[in-house]
């Protein structure tokens, strides 16, 4: 059973901070390309950020550039999402996603470029 699973999410005012983790179970994520979307209600899945096999290279969505870090610690299996200066506009479901092959120094960002799916985890950024 491969499995990821998204945790840290919560309720956090304008400003403040918070760090999502990712676990994965089941398979060695440790050379797979990583990335986490987001998705608002009545809006699409959009893209928030992503990472290397290697953790060598990032990419960012704009909206979140200079806020938020992507990261991951391959001996513990688990990616990270640290999101600083937190906006109403932050607030969605946020996902893991894995790109379950060999991809060297490549990075995506793209919803259908990835092959497994955590459940999500709420962020609720207040006002």
């Known amino acids: 059973q491969v499995q990821l699973v998204e945790s840290g999410g919560g309720l956090v005012q304008a400003g403040g901070s918070l760090r999502l983790s990712c676990g994965a179970s089941?398979?060695?994520?440790?050379?797979?390309?990583m990335g986490w979307f987001r998705q608002a209600p009545g809006k699409e899945r959009e893209f928030v950020a992503a990472?290397?096999?290697?953790?060598?290279?990032?990419a960012y969505a704009d909206s979140v550039k200079g806020r938020f870090a992507i990261s991951r610690d391959n001996a513990k299996n688990t990616k990270y999402l640290q999101m600083n200066s937190l906006k109403p506009e932050d607030t969605a479901v946020y996902y893991c996603a894995a790109h379950a092959r060999y991809s060297s120094d490549t990075y995506y960002t793209n919803a259908w470029q990835y092959d497994y799916w955590g459940q999500g985890t709420q962020v609720t950024v207040s006002s």
């Open positions: 990472i290397t096999g290697s953790g060598t290279r990032t």
């Open positions: 089941g398979r060695t994520f440790s050379s797979y390309a």
